[in-house]
């Protein structure tokens, strides 16, 4: 935060301390996905923070075409990491999302999503029910989407993530434990990234870790804070943190890219506990040279998520772990257009300006004609995965993990 910017200092002055850092340079114009999509300074970083000093300032109302173009931002923070002023654009946005929930400029009322995650337990079971072959069916039927649509859950239904096949492979116990690690499932993660979750465990456990997931655990509120949801998010951490509390860990390990910067900087800002990303950890150990792979003479098209790259800045780890996999292949898609449109919730709330990026992502993948797809963001899986399989593309959609763990010999 900027040192003329006290924390006790109101919202208002919070948002246009944050905004003033902007210089206006635009060197983040070409990194914007929207901006990209759109070609309107509306749409671009520097447009919104525009927007977010004025209204702070009062010189500008909250006008539908105004909150929109604030609420179209993707969050990615591709420009965060270009900005040679080093504005803090994702606490700005932040801060000015729920300064406009709590003055009452935008509806206080909580988004469908963001109430299903709150309930982990809840969403894996409704999955799990929708993805039985029938019903799965008759909810991404026509007359069923024609039904929901003026509900707003026709979207939803079309975006439904399939739930991957678990292998029954037991998990040998540590004998020699390095030390004791947390890992952290999520919410929607702790459903369809379930192979993720026991692949993480089987690398670990091969490196000598005793590995932690206590079952009280469930969002991160990433959903909630980024909405503009304080309170939600304040209370998510809470009870996150109460699941930790007698853990004994001092590292938790995250394999879902998206929910890394709301547990860093969020929930488990300032306690002893140490969020690290799951590829970096993995890539930093000095005992990964004791792991061999199998080979596999396959092609893999590589798509790094927007918070792989400017949240956590682990993008280089990945490859240097895949890179252990004798005979494999790897593409790396090009940063731009950088967000596959996923984003969180967004594909659902944004359909036209996410179909648009995925489109742009899937062309550039499937140019490679990769035998499978590599992401490692839940968000992205699901949603590079539904639109492969609405174009007849025969490509897996596969977390680094999962493959790590596939081709781990010993």
Same mark, same amino acid.
């Given at each position: 935060m900027p040192a003329n910017v006290k924390a006790g200092s109101t919202a208002e002055a919070r948002i246009a301390a944050l905004a003033d850092v902007c210089v206006k340079c635009g060197l983040c114009l070409p990194h914007c996905p929207t901006y990209r999509l759109a070609a309107s300074e509306a749409e671009s970083p520097r447009g919104r923070i525009a927007f977010a000093q004025a209204l702070a300032q009062g010189k500008l109302e909250p006008s539908a075409s105004v909150l929109a173009h604030l609420d179209n931002c993707l969050a990615c923070m591709a420009c965060e990491r270009v900005c040679p002023s080093q504005v803090q654009y994702g606490k700005l946005i932040t801060t000015t999302r729920a300064?406009?929930?709590?003055?009452?400029?935008?509806?206080?009322?909580?988004?469908?999503?963001?109430?299903?995650?709150?309930?982990?337990?809840?969403?894996?079971?409704?999955?799990?029910?929708? $993805?039985?072959?029938?019903?799965?069916?008759?909810?991404?039927?026509?007359?069923?989407g024609a039904l929901l649509r003026p509900f707003g859950l026709a979207r939803m239904l079309a975006e439904l993530p399939r739930l991957p096949r678990i292998e029954s492979a037991a998990i040998p116990a540590t004998v020699s434990?390095?030390?004791?690690?947390?890992?952290?499932?999520?919410?929607?993660?702790?459903?369809?990234?379930?192979?993720?979750?026991?692949?993480?465990?089987?690398?670990?456990?091969?490196?000598?870790?005793?590995v932690v997931v206590p079952a009280a655990q469930g969002c991160c509120g990433a959903l909630a804070l980024h909405s503009g949801d304080a309170a939600q998010a304040d209370h998510l951490a809470q009870a996150l943190r109460a699941a930790f509390a007698d853990s004994r860990i001092d590292t938790l390990l995250v394999s879902a890219s998206g929910c890394f910067g709301t547990l860093r900087h969020h929930v488990f800002s300032g306690s002893k506990i140490r969020v690290r990303e799951i590829h970096e950890f993995l890539a930093a150990d000095d005992a990964i040279d004791t792991l061999t792979f199998r080979p596999l003479a396959e092609r893999m098209a590589v798509h790094t998520p927007c918070t792989q790259r400017n949240v956590a800045r682990a993008d280089g780890a990945i490859a240097r772990l895949l890179a252990r996999i004798p005979l494999l292949r790897i593409d790396a898609l090009p940063a731009p257009p950088g967000c596959c449109g996923a984003a969180g919730d967004y594909f659902l709330r944004h359909p036209d300006i996410a179909d648009s990026?995925?489109?742009?992502?899937?062309?550039?993948?499937?140019?490679?004609?990769?035998?499978?797809?590599?992401?490692? $963001?839940?968000?992205?899986?699901?949603?590079?995965? $539904?639109?492969?399989?609405q174009r007849a593309?025969?490509?897996a959609v596969t977390h680094p993990i999962v493959l790590l763990a596939q081709q781990l010999e010993n």
């Amino acid at each position: 935060m900027p040192a003329n910017v006290k924390a006790g200092s109101t919202a208002e002055a919070r948002i246009a301390a944050l905004a003033d850092v902007c210089v206006k340079c635009g060197l983040c114009l070409p990194h914007c996905p929207t901006y990209r999509l759109a070609a309107s300074e509306a749409e671009s970083p520097r447009g919104r923070i525009a927007f977010a000093q004025a209204l702070a300032q009062g010189k500008l109302e909250p006008s539908a075409s105004v909150l929109a173009h604030l609420d179209n931002c993707l969050a990615c923070m591709a420009c965060e990491r270009v900005c040679p002023s080093q504005v803090q654009y994702g606490k700005l946005i932040t801060t000015t999302r729920a300064w406009l929930r709590d003055t009452g400029k935008i509806p206080a009322g909580a988004r469908m999503p963001g109430r299903l995650v709150a309930h982990p337990r809840l969403l894996g079971a409704l999955l799990r029910a929708a $993805n039985l072959p029938g019903l799965r069916q008759l909810l991404q039927s026509r007359a069923i989407g024609a039904l929901l649509r003026p509900f707003g859950l026709a979207r939803m239904l079309a975006e439904l993530p399939r739930l991957p096949r678990i292998e029954s492979a037991a998990i040998p116990a540590t004998v020699s434990a390095r030390g004791k690690v947390g890992l952290f499932p999520g919410c929607i993660a702790a459903s369809a990234d379930r192979d993720v979750h026991l692949a993480a465990r089987r690398l670990l456990v091969a490196l000598g870790y005793e590995v932690v997931v206590p079952a009280a655990q469930g969002c991160c509120g990433a959903l909630a804070l980024h909405s503009g949801d304080a309170a939600q998010a304040d209370h998510l951490a809470q009870a996150l943190r109460a699941a930790f509390a007698d853990s004994r860990i001092d590292t938790l390990l995250v394999s879902a890219s998206g929910c890394f910067g709301t547990l860093r900087h969020h929930v488990f800002s300032g306690s002893k506990i140490r969020v690290r990303e799951i590829h970096e950890f993995l890539a930093a150990d000095d005992a990964i040279d004791t792991l061999t792979f199998r080979p596999l003479a396959e092609r893999m098209a590589v798509h790094t998520p927007c918070t792989q790259r400017n949240v956590a800045r682990a993008d280089g780890a990945i490859a240097r772990l895949l890179a252990r996999i004798p005979l494999l292949r790897i593409d790396a898609l090009p940063a731009p257009p950088g967000c596959c449109g996923a984003a969180g919730d967004y594909f659902l709330r944004h359909p036209d300006i996410a179909d648009s990026l995925r489109t742009q992502t899937l062309d550039v993948a499937c140019a490679c004609d990769p035998q499978q797809l590599i992401t490692s $963001n839940v968000g992205c899986r699901i949603f590079l995965d $539904n639109g492969l399989r609405q174009r007849a593309a025969q490509v897996a959609v596969t977390h680094p993990i999962v493959l790590l763990a596939q081709q781990l010999e010993n």
